[in-house]
């Protein structure tokens, strides 16, 4: 069946880094779109950023624009996430989720890895 797994969350101070990733399994990773998607407490879900495959186009919420990169490993059926010079209103679960068949349709998604941006 299709799964999702994502890590690489933790607790980072203002202005810092981490990279997360998302390990698929049970479907031909390398034809998907894959999107990642926040969601802060309280707050409803944020579409952060998605990517074609074979690494083709990317796409990026303004919010973490020039501050966050999304990446593929098709060999490795994984997805990847680089942020940088993270603020606060960073901090929320990060999901992977695997584009569906219509449009804006996000079909699967993983468990979530939790992000926490403080000093």
């Known amino acids: 069946q299709v799964q999702l797994l994502e890590s690489g969350g933790g607790l980072v101070q203002p202005g810092g880094s981490l990279r997360l990733s998302c390990a698929a399994s049970g479907f031909t990773f390398s034809t998907y779109t894959i999107n990642w998607v926040r969601q802060a407490p309280g707050k409803g879900p944020e579409w952060v950023s998605a990517?074609?495959?074979?690494?083709?186009?990317?796409w990026y919420a303004d919010s973490v624009k020039g501050r966050f990169t999304i990446s593929r490993e098709d060999a490795k059926n994984t997805l990847y996430l680089q942020m940088n010079s993270l603020q606060p209103e960073d901090s929320g679960l990060y999901y992977c989720?695997?584009?569906?068949?219509?449009?804006?349709?996000?079909?699967?998604w993983g468990q979530g890895t939790q992000v926490t941006v403080s000093s």
């Open positions: 990517i074609r495959p074979a690494g083709g186009a990317t």
């Open positions: 989720a695997r584009d569906g068949k219509s449009a804006g349709e996000l079909d699967y």
